[in-house]
Protein backbone atom coordinates (compact mmCIF):
# COMPACT_ATOMS: atom_id res chain seq x y z
CA UNK A 1 0.00 0.00 0.00
CA UNK A 2 1.49 3.35 -0.75
CA UNK A 3 2.20 5.97 1.91
CA UNK A 4 1.67 8.57 -1.00
CA UNK A 5 0.40 12.07 1.10
CA UNK A 6 -3.06 12.45 0.60
CA UNK A 7 -5.58 15.56 1.78
CA UNK A 8 -8.99 15.73 1.35
CA UNK A 9 -11.27 18.97 1.68
CA UNK A 10 -14.75 17.89 2.70
CA UNK A 11 -17.72 20.64 3.45
CA UNK A 12 -19.97 17.85 4.34
CA UNK A 13 -20.72 14.67 6.46
CA UNK A 14 -21.51 12.25 3.18
CA UNK A 15 -18.44 14.10 1.12
CA UNK A 16 -16.23 13.48 3.78
CA UNK A 17 -16.97 9.61 4.45
CA UNK A 18 -16.59 9.19 0.22
CA UNK A 19 -13.48 11.34 0.01
CA UNK A 20 -11.64 9.50 2.51
CA UNK A 21 -12.87 5.97 2.07
CA UNK A 22 -11.84 6.51 -1.47
CA UNK A 23 -8.38 7.65 -1.15
CA UNK A 24 -7.99 5.18 1.69
CA UNK A 25 -7.82 3.02 -1.74
CA UNK A 26 -5.20 4.86 -3.46
CA UNK A 27 -3.04 5.25 -0.12
CA UNK A 28 -2.95 4.73 3.70
CA UNK A 29 -1.65 8.17 4.09
CA UNK A 30 -4.64 10.23 3.91
CA UNK A 31 -6.06 13.11 6.26
CA UNK A 32 -8.90 15.79 5.92
CA UNK A 33 -9.54 19.42 6.31
CA UNK A 34 -13.25 19.53 7.29
CA UNK A 35 -15.73 22.70 7.48
CA UNK A 36 -18.91 22.52 9.04
CA UNK A 37 -18.62 21.45 12.49
CA UNK A 38 -18.43 17.71 14.73
CA UNK A 39 -20.28 16.03 12.14
CA UNK A 40 -18.21 16.18 8.74
CA UNK A 41 -14.73 15.89 11.18
CA UNK A 42 -16.18 13.13 12.41
CA UNK A 43 -17.38 11.48 9.31
CA UNK A 44 -14.55 11.80 8.11
CA UNK A 45 -12.06 10.35 11.53
CA UNK A 46 -14.79 7.28 11.08
CA UNK A 47 -13.50 5.85 7.72
CA UNK A 48 -10.15 6.05 8.80
CA UNK A 49 -8.40 9.53 8.00
CA UNK A 50 -5.41 9.63 10.34
CA UNK A 51 -5.95 13.25 11.18
CA UNK A 52 -8.99 15.51 10.64
CA UNK A 53 -8.37 19.44 11.31
CA UNK A 54 -11.92 20.80 11.75
CA UNK A 55 -11.72 24.20 11.00
CA UNK A 56 -13.96 26.66 13.42
CA UNK A 57 -15.64 29.16 12.85
CA UNK A 58 -14.31 31.66 10.31
CA UNK A 59 -15.59 35.31 10.68
CA UNK A 60 -15.36 38.24 8.03
CA UNK A 61 -15.47 41.13 10.03
CA UNK A 62 -16.71 43.24 7.74
CA UNK A 63 -20.15 41.85 7.26
CA UNK A 64 -22.34 40.61 10.19
CA UNK A 65 -24.18 37.87 8.56
CA UNK A 66 -26.39 37.16 11.69
CA UNK A 67 -28.26 40.32 11.22
CA UNK A 68 -29.53 39.21 8.20
CA UNK A 69 -31.56 36.75 10.06
CA UNK A 70 -31.46 32.12 9.33
CA UNK A 71 -28.91 31.17 7.00
CA UNK A 72 -30.37 30.14 3.76
CA UNK A 73 -30.73 25.95 2.98
CA UNK A 74 -28.42 26.41 0.42
CA UNK A 75 -25.85 27.31 2.63
CA UNK A 76 -23.25 25.37 0.91
CA UNK A 77 -23.52 27.20 -1.92
CA UNK A 78 -21.72 30.52 -0.80
CA UNK A 79 -19.49 28.04 1.76
CA UNK A 80 -21.52 28.35 4.46
CA UNK A 81 -22.80 25.29 5.21
CA UNK A 82 -22.67 23.04 8.36
CA UNK A 83 -25.37 22.01 11.04
CA UNK A 84 -24.28 23.96 13.50
CA UNK A 85 -23.72 27.45 11.46
CA UNK A 86 -20.38 27.71 12.65
CA UNK A 87 -19.29 28.50 8.84
CA UNK A 88 -21.89 31.09 8.12
CA UNK A 89 -19.72 34.14 7.22
CA UNK A 90 -17.00 31.54 5.21
CA UNK A 91 -15.89 32.56 1.50
CA UNK A 92 -13.60 30.26 -0.24
CA UNK A 93 -12.21 33.82 -1.31
CA UNK A 94 -11.12 34.30 2.37
CA UNK A 95 -9.44 31.62 3.03
CA UNK A 96 -8.42 29.72 0.49
CA UNK A 97 -4.90 30.75 1.18
CA UNK A 98 -4.59 30.04 4.38
CA UNK A 99 -6.15 26.57 3.63
CA UNK A 100 -2.93 26.46 0.86
CA UNK A 101 -0.90 27.40 3.06
CA UNK A 102 -1.95 24.68 5.59
CA UNK A 103 -2.14 21.90 2.44
CA UNK A 104 1.52 23.11 1.94
CA UNK A 105 3.17 22.97 5.60
CA UNK A 106 1.19 19.27 6.09
CA UNK A 107 2.86 18.15 2.75
CA UNK A 108 -0.49 16.91 0.84
CA UNK A 109 0.95 15.75 -2.21
CA UNK A 110 -2.61 15.37 -3.65
CA UNK A 111 -5.60 17.49 -2.21
CA UNK A 112 -9.09 15.95 -3.37
CA UNK A 113 -12.57 18.38 -3.05
CA UNK A 114 -15.53 17.24 -4.28
CA UNK A 115 -16.50 18.57 -7.57
CA UNK A 116 -19.63 21.11 -5.71
CA UNK A 117 -19.56 24.68 -6.48
CA UNK A 118 -17.95 25.29 -3.38
CA UNK A 119 -15.38 22.38 -3.77
CA UNK A 120 -14.57 23.31 -7.48
CA UNK A 121 -14.02 26.95 -6.39
CA UNK A 122 -11.65 26.41 -3.07
CA UNK A 123 -10.03 23.90 -5.37
CA UNK A 124 -9.18 26.29 -8.31
CA UNK A 125 -8.03 28.93 -5.58
CA UNK A 126 -5.83 26.82 -3.49
CA UNK A 127 -4.25 25.14 -6.75
CA UNK A 128 -3.57 28.70 -7.79
CA UNK A 129 -1.26 29.56 -4.37
CA UNK A 130 -0.22 26.42 -5.05
CA UNK A 131 0.78 27.53 -8.23
CA UNK A 132 -0.87 24.46 -9.72
CA UNK A 133 -4.07 23.57 -11.69
CA UNK A 134 -6.75 22.08 -10.30
CA UNK A 135 -8.16 19.18 -12.49
CA UNK A 136 -11.41 17.48 -12.22
CA UNK A 137 -11.22 13.25 -12.07
CA UNK A 138 -13.55 10.83 -13.31
CA UNK A 139 -10.50 8.34 -12.40
CA UNK A 140 -7.75 8.52 -10.43
CA UNK A 141 -4.80 6.08 -9.64
CA UNK A 142 -1.18 6.95 -7.78
CA UNK A 143 1.62 5.38 -10.65
CA UNK A 144 4.91 5.57 -9.40
CA UNK A 145 4.33 8.08 -6.54
CA UNK A 146 2.31 10.24 -9.37
CA UNK A 147 -1.17 10.94 -9.51
CA UNK A 148 -2.79 9.98 -12.75
CA UNK A 149 -6.05 11.27 -13.57
CA UNK A 150 -8.30 11.21 -16.68
CA UNK A 151 -11.10 13.52 -17.22
CA UNK A 152 -13.89 14.39 -19.87
CA UNK A 153 -12.93 16.84 -23.01
CA UNK A 154 -14.47 18.37 -24.96
CA UNK A 155 -17.75 17.99 -23.88
CA UNK A 156 -17.42 14.40 -22.66
CA UNK A 157 -16.57 13.43 -26.50
CA UNK A 158 -12.53 12.23 -25.42
CA UNK A 159 -11.07 10.74 -22.38
CA UNK A 160 -7.74 12.99 -21.28
CA UNK A 161 -5.62 10.73 -19.29
CA UNK A 162 -3.07 13.06 -17.05
CA UNK A 163 -0.15 12.43 -15.08
CA UNK A 164 0.14 15.48 -12.68
CA UNK A 165 3.28 16.32 -12.43
CA UNK A 166 3.24 19.15 -9.35
CA UNK A 167 4.91 18.07 -6.08
CA UNK A 168 1.08 19.41 -4.83
CA UNK A 169 -1.69 18.37 -7.34
CA UNK A 170 -5.23 19.69 -6.73
CA UNK A 171 -8.03 17.69 -8.30
CA UNK A 172 -11.99 17.88 -7.61
CA UNK A 173 -14.14 14.37 -7.68
CA UNK A 174 -17.58 13.99 -8.70
CA UNK A 175 -20.47 12.42 -6.54
CA UNK A 176 -19.93 8.52 -6.58
CA UNK A 177 -16.63 8.64 -8.24
CA UNK A 178 -14.94 7.62 -5.51
CA UNK A 179 -17.88 5.41 -3.87
CA UNK A 180 -16.49 2.70 -2.02
CA UNK A 181 -15.07 1.40 1.39
CA UNK A 182 -12.39 -0.89 0.73
CA UNK A 183 -10.57 -2.45 3.89
CA UNK A 184 -6.93 -2.95 2.87
CA UNK A 185 -6.50 -7.08 2.35
CA UNK A 186 -9.16 -6.39 -0.51
CA UNK A 187 -7.83 -4.02 -2.14
CA UNK A 188 -6.86 -4.14 -5.94
CA UNK A 189 -3.28 -4.30 -6.82
CA UNK A 190 -3.18 -0.74 -8.52
CA UNK A 191 -5.71 1.12 -6.88
CA UNK A 192 -8.24 2.61 -8.87
CA UNK A 193 -11.41 4.39 -8.05
CA UNK A 194 -13.93 4.05 -10.02
CA UNK A 195 -14.61 5.91 -13.41
CA UNK A 196 -17.41 7.59 -15.23
CA UNK A 197 -15.89 6.37 -18.09
CA UNK A 198 -16.70 3.81 -20.76
CA UNK A 199 -16.03 0.18 -20.25
CA UNK A 200 -13.43 0.19 -23.13
CA UNK A 201 -11.97 2.88 -21.48
CA UNK A 202 -11.43 2.41 -18.08
CA UNK A 203 -7.45 2.52 -16.95
CA UNK A 204 -6.03 -1.13 -16.25
CA UNK A 205 -6.73 -1.90 -12.92
CA UNK A 206 -10.39 -0.40 -12.82
CA UNK A 207 -13.13 0.09 -11.33
CA UNK A 208 -13.74 -1.78 -7.58
CA UNK A 209 -16.74 -2.64 -8.04
CA UNK A 210 -15.62 -5.11 -10.89
CA UNK A 211 -12.63 -5.61 -8.59
CA UNK A 212 -14.75 -7.43 -6.13
CA UNK A 213 -17.12 -10.10 -6.13
CA UNK A 214 -20.70 -8.57 -5.54
CA UNK A 215 -21.34 -9.80 -2.12
CA UNK A 216 -17.77 -8.77 -0.48
CA UNK A 217 -18.91 -5.55 -2.30
CA UNK A 218 -22.36 -5.29 -0.43
CA UNK A 219 -20.69 -6.64 2.80
CA UNK A 220 -17.74 -3.92 2.56
CA UNK A 221 -19.92 -1.03 2.42
CA UNK A 222 -22.10 -1.97 5.36
CA UNK A 223 -18.86 -2.98 7.63
CA UNK A 224 -18.30 -0.26 10.19
CA UNK A 225 -14.80 1.42 9.42
CA UNK A 226 -11.87 2.14 11.63
CA UNK A 227 -12.03 5.29 13.77
CA UNK A 228 -8.71 5.67 15.22
CA UNK A 229 -7.59 8.87 13.64
CA UNK A 230 -7.11 12.51 15.49
CA UNK A 231 -9.45 15.21 15.38
CA UNK A 232 -7.95 18.74 15.67
CA UNK A 233 -9.78 22.36 15.84
CA UNK A 234 -7.96 24.33 14.10
CA UNK A 235 -8.24 28.06 13.22
CA UNK A 236 -7.56 29.40 9.36
CA UNK A 237 -6.81 33.09 9.18
CA UNK A 238 -8.65 35.22 7.19
CA UNK A 239 -6.29 37.70 5.34
CA UNK A 240 -7.56 38.03 2.64
CA UNK A 241 -11.24 40.21 2.61
CA UNK A 242 -12.07 39.78 -1.05
CA UNK A 243 -15.43 39.01 -0.80
CA UNK A 244 -17.98 39.77 1.94
CA UNK A 245 -21.49 37.97 1.98
CA UNK A 246 -24.35 40.79 1.16
CA UNK A 247 -27.20 38.72 1.23
CA UNK A 248 -28.50 35.17 1.74
CA UNK A 249 -31.50 34.21 0.16
CA UNK A 250 -32.79 30.00 0.06
CA UNK A 251 -32.75 28.54 -3.22
CA UNK A 252 -35.48 25.44 -3.56
CA UNK A 253 -33.29 22.45 -3.13
CA UNK A 254 -33.82 18.68 -3.46
CA UNK A 255 -32.10 16.16 -0.96
CA UNK A 256 -31.45 13.62 -3.40
CA UNK A 257 -28.74 10.92 -3.23
CA UNK A 258 -28.73 9.49 -6.46
CA UNK A 259 -25.29 8.02 -6.55
CA UNK A 260 -26.97 5.54 -3.66
CA UNK A 261 -30.22 4.93 -5.59
CA UNK A 262 -30.67 0.95 -6.36
CA UNK A 263 -33.01 1.78 -9.66
CA UNK A 264 -33.22 5.24 -11.48
CA UNK A 265 -35.38 5.90 -14.13
CA UNK A 266 -34.02 9.27 -16.71
CA UNK A 267 -36.56 11.09 -18.66
CA UNK A 268 -35.51 13.08 -21.22
CA UNK A 269 -36.99 15.85 -23.65
CA UNK A 270 -38.94 12.85 -25.35
CA UNK A 271 -41.35 13.93 -22.96
CA UNK A 272 -43.53 17.26 -24.51
CA UNK A 273 -44.67 18.60 -21.25
CA UNK A 274 -43.98 19.05 -17.93
CA UNK A 275 -47.30 16.78 -16.39
CA UNK A 276 -46.24 13.83 -18.77
CA UNK A 277 -44.12 13.75 -16.41
CA UNK A 278 -46.19 11.81 -14.47
CA UNK A 279 -45.80 8.47 -16.53
CA UNK A 280 -42.59 8.78 -15.06
CA UNK A 281 -43.56 9.24 -11.58
CA UNK A 282 -46.39 6.37 -11.77
CA UNK A 283 -43.10 3.54 -12.80
CA UNK A 284 -40.61 4.98 -10.64
CA UNK A 285 -43.34 4.34 -7.74
CA UNK A 286 -43.90 0.63 -8.89
CA UNK A 287 -40.21 0.30 -9.21
CA UNK A 288 -39.15 1.99 -6.04
CA UNK A 289 -36.99 3.62 -8.16
CA UNK A 290 -35.81 7.28 -8.25
CA UNK A 291 -36.49 10.04 -10.55
CA UNK A 292 -33.44 11.51 -12.87
CA UNK A 293 -33.57 13.67 -16.02
CA UNK A 294 -31.20 14.80 -19.11
CA UNK A 295 -29.42 17.91 -18.76
CA UNK A 296 -32.39 19.77 -21.14
CA UNK A 297 -35.36 18.56 -19.15
CA UNK A 298 -33.28 20.84 -15.58
CA UNK A 299 -31.31 23.65 -17.62
CA UNK A 300 -33.63 24.25 -20.57
CA UNK A 301 -37.27 23.10 -19.23
CA UNK A 302 -36.66 23.58 -15.20
CA UNK A 303 -38.74 20.75 -14.46
CA UNK A 304 -36.53 19.18 -12.17
CA UNK A 305 -34.04 20.27 -9.84
CA UNK A 306 -30.30 20.27 -11.34
CA UNK A 307 -29.77 17.76 -8.30
CA UNK A 308 -31.44 14.84 -10.38
CA UNK A 309 -29.43 15.43 -14.24
CA UNK A 310 -26.72 12.91 -14.98
CA UNK A 311 -23.81 12.71 -17.11
CA UNK A 312 -20.34 14.25 -17.45
CA UNK A 313 -21.72 17.76 -16.07
CA UNK A 314 -24.01 16.48 -13.16
CA UNK A 315 -24.47 13.31 -11.40
CA UNK A 316 -22.29 9.63 -11.85
CA UNK A 317 -25.09 6.73 -11.15
CA UNK A 318 -24.23 3.44 -10.59
CA UNK A 319 -27.80 1.60 -10.10
CA UNK A 320 -28.83 -2.12 -10.57
CA UNK A 321 -31.40 -0.84 -12.73
CA UNK A 322 -31.32 2.52 -15.50
CA UNK A 323 -34.71 3.03 -17.38
CA UNK A 324 -33.49 5.94 -20.04
CA UNK A 325 -37.34 7.51 -21.61
CA UNK A 326 -37.12 9.47 -24.29
CA UNK A 327 -33.46 10.22 -24.06
CA UNK A 328 -31.37 10.05 -27.13
CA UNK A 329 -27.83 8.51 -25.42
CA UNK A 330 -25.89 11.04 -26.11
CA UNK A 331 -22.59 10.73 -24.86
CA UNK A 332 -22.17 13.40 -22.17
CA UNK A 333 -25.21 11.83 -20.66
CA UNK A 334 -24.45 8.38 -21.09
CA UNK A 335 -21.36 8.37 -19.16
CA UNK A 336 -23.53 9.01 -16.13
CA UNK A 337 -24.96 5.63 -16.32
CA UNK A 338 -22.78 3.53 -18.13
CA UNK A 339 -21.92 1.87 -14.71
CA UNK A 340 -25.77 0.89 -13.82
CA UNK A 341 -25.78 -2.75 -13.92
CA UNK A 342 -28.88 -3.05 -16.61
CA UNK A 343 -29.72 -0.20 -19.43
CA UNK A 344 -33.07 -0.45 -20.59
CA UNK A 345 -34.06 2.41 -23.28
CA UNK A 346 -37.26 3.36 -24.18
CA UNK A 347 -36.94 5.35 -27.62
CA UNK A 348 -39.34 6.02 -30.80
CA UNK A 349 -35.98 6.14 -32.66
CA UNK A 350 -35.05 2.43 -33.76
CA UNK A 351 -31.72 4.74 -34.33
CA UNK A 352 -31.61 6.45 -31.39
CA UNK A 353 -27.73 6.36 -29.91
CA UNK A 354 -29.03 5.27 -26.80
CA UNK A 355 -30.24 1.64 -27.98
CA UNK A 356 -26.01 1.19 -28.65
CA UNK A 357 -25.68 1.12 -24.77
CA UNK A 358 -28.93 -0.37 -23.49
CA UNK A 359 -28.86 -3.98 -22.56
CA UNK A 360 -32.78 -4.24 -23.75
CA UNK A 361 -35.05 -1.75 -25.43
CA UNK A 362 -38.23 -1.08 -26.91
CA UNK A 363 -38.88 1.13 -30.21
CA UNK A 364 -41.95 2.82 -29.03
CA UNK A 365 -43.88 5.74 -28.19
CA UNK A 366 -43.10 6.76 -24.67
CA UNK A 367 -46.95 7.64 -24.09
CA UNK A 368 -47.96 4.70 -25.33
CA UNK A 369 -45.51 2.29 -23.63
CA UNK A 370 -45.61 3.59 -20.42
CA UNK A 371 -48.84 3.50 -19.57
CA UNK A 372 -48.97 -0.39 -20.28
CA UNK A 373 -46.00 -1.07 -18.64
CA UNK A 374 -46.81 0.63 -15.04
CA UNK A 375 -50.28 -1.04 -15.33
CA UNK A 376 -48.16 -4.84 -16.15
CA UNK A 377 -46.70 -3.68 -12.85
CA UNK A 378 -49.28 -3.16 -10.65
C1 LIG B 1 -20.33 20.42 -22.61
C2 LIG B 1 -21.62 19.66 -22.57
C3 LIG B 1 -21.96 18.99 -21.40
C4 LIG B 1 -23.15 18.28 -21.34
N1 LIG B 1 -23.44 17.60 -20.19
C5 LIG B 1 -24.58 16.88 -20.15
C6 LIG B 1 -24.88 16.09 -19.00
O1 LIG B 1 -24.15 16.06 -18.01
N2 LIG B 1 -26.03 15.39 -19.02
C7 LIG B 1 -26.89 15.36 -20.08
O2 LIG B 1 -27.90 14.67 -20.02
N3 LIG B 1 -26.61 16.08 -21.17
C8 LIG B 1 -25.49 16.84 -21.24
N4 LIG B 1 -25.23 17.57 -22.36
C9 LIG B 1 -26.27 17.62 -23.42
C10 LIG B 1 -26.22 16.40 -24.32
O3 LIG B 1 -25.25 16.57 -25.33
C11 LIG B 1 -27.57 16.15 -24.98
O4 LIG B 1 -27.94 17.31 -25.68
C12 LIG B 1 -28.68 15.80 -23.99
O5 LIG B 1 -28.26 14.74 -23.17
C13 LIG B 1 -29.92 15.39 -24.79
O6 LIG B 1 -30.97 15.21 -23.90
P1 LIG B 1 -32.18 14.29 -24.34
O7 LIG B 1 -31.68 12.95 -24.72
O8 LIG B 1 -33.20 14.37 -23.26
O9 LIG B 1 -32.81 15.07 -25.59
P2 LIG B 1 -32.72 14.78 -27.14
O10 LIG B 1 -31.33 14.60 -27.58
O11 LIG B 1 -33.52 15.85 -27.78
O12 LIG B 1 -33.43 13.38 -27.32
C14 LIG B 1 -34.80 13.15 -27.13
C15 LIG B 1 -35.06 11.72 -27.54
O13 LIG B 1 -36.41 11.41 -27.24
C16 LIG B 1 -36.91 10.61 -28.30
N5 LIG B 1 -38.36 10.81 -28.30
C17 LIG B 1 -39.05 11.93 -28.68
N6 LIG B 1 -40.37 11.75 -28.47
C18 LIG B 1 -40.51 10.49 -28.00
C19 LIG B 1 -41.62 9.72 -27.60
N7 LIG B 1 -42.88 10.22 -27.64
N8 LIG B 1 -41.43 8.44 -27.18
C20 LIG B 1 -40.17 7.92 -27.14
N9 LIG B 1 -39.07 8.62 -27.50
C21 LIG B 1 -39.23 9.87 -27.90
C22 LIG B 1 -36.22 11.10 -29.54
O14 LIG B 1 -36.21 10.07 -30.53
C23 LIG B 1 -34.83 11.44 -29.01
O15 LIG B 1 -33.96 10.34 -29.17
C24 LIG B 1 -24.03 18.26 -22.45
C25 LIG B 1 -23.67 18.93 -23.62
C26 LIG B 1 -22.48 19.62 -23.68
C27 LIG B 1 -22.13 20.32 -24.95
Same mark, same amino acid.
Given at each position: ????????????? %???????? $??????????????????????????????????? =???????? !?? @?????????? =?? $???????? *????????????????????????? #??????? $???????????????????????????????????????????????????? +??????????????????? @?????????????????????????????????????????????????? %??? @??? *???????????? *??????? #??? $????????? *??????????? %?????????????????????? +?? !????????????????????????????????????????????????????? %???? !??????????
Amino acid at each position: MSNYSIWVVAHEA %DAAAELVS $GALCLSSNVNAVTFGGEAVAKAAQAQGALTVLSVN =AIDTPATD !VS @AMGTPATDVS =AV $GTSGPDNT *LKNCLPENHSKALAKLLQERNSKLT #IFSATAT $GRLMAGMVASHLGTSAYNAASITINDDTPVITSMVYGGCAIATRRLLSSQAV +ITVGAGVLGAVLPESQEPQ @ASALSAALPESQEPQASALSSALPEAAESELALSEPQASGSIEQIDLSVN %DNA @AVV *LEVKPRKTESVN *LAAAKRV #IGV $GRGFAAKED *LELAFNLASKL %DAELACSRPITESENWMARERY +IG !VSGVVVKPELYIALGISGQIQHMVGVNQAKTIIAINKDKNAPVFKQADYGIVG %DIYE !VLPVLTSALS
